[in-house]
Nanobody
Framework: VQLVESGGGLVQPGGSLRLSCAASGFSFSTYNMRWYRQAPGKERDLVAAIGSTGGYIYYAESVKGRFTISRDNGKNTVYLQMNNLKLDDTAVYYC??????????WGQGTQVTVSS
């Protein structure tokens, strides 16, 4: 199982980034996928989630209206489009899925820094 995030970087407040998570080693199209983030000194928090077919979507209140989660099951990839970024969005962003009976799988994370 492998989850590889990409797309992070340094952006000014109000800017945009698109994160990608390429998955392999499991049947991607049958699992819900999630994006979490962890800021320095804070717990890892759920940002967004998407059902296996994209029919279910969840956003944390803090990102509603600014972030969009999507997936391409043909490419085994889940995305997080982040618009109107704020200073508080600075964190390491992690891709996640939960394999029943085996637990949680995480990517290595990608750093997002929002700074003027």
């Amino acid at each position: 199982v492998q989850l590889v995030e990409s797309g992070g970087g340094l952006v000014q407040p109000g800017g945009s980034l698109r994160l990608s998570c390429a998955a392999s080693g499991f049947s991607f199209s049958t699992y819900n996928m999630r994006w979490y983030r962890q800021a320095p000194g804070k717990e890892r928090d759920l940002v967004a989630a998407i059902g296996s077919t994209g029919g279910y979507i969840y956003y944390a209140e803090s990102v509603k209206g600014r972030f969009t989660i999507s997936r391409d099951n043909g490419k085994n990839t889940v995305y997080l489009q982040m618009n109107n970024l704020k200073l508080d969005d600075t964190a390491v962003y992690y891709c996640n899925f939960r394999w029943p009976g085996r637990g949680d799988y995480w990517g290595q994370g990608t750093q997002v820094t929002v700074s003027s």
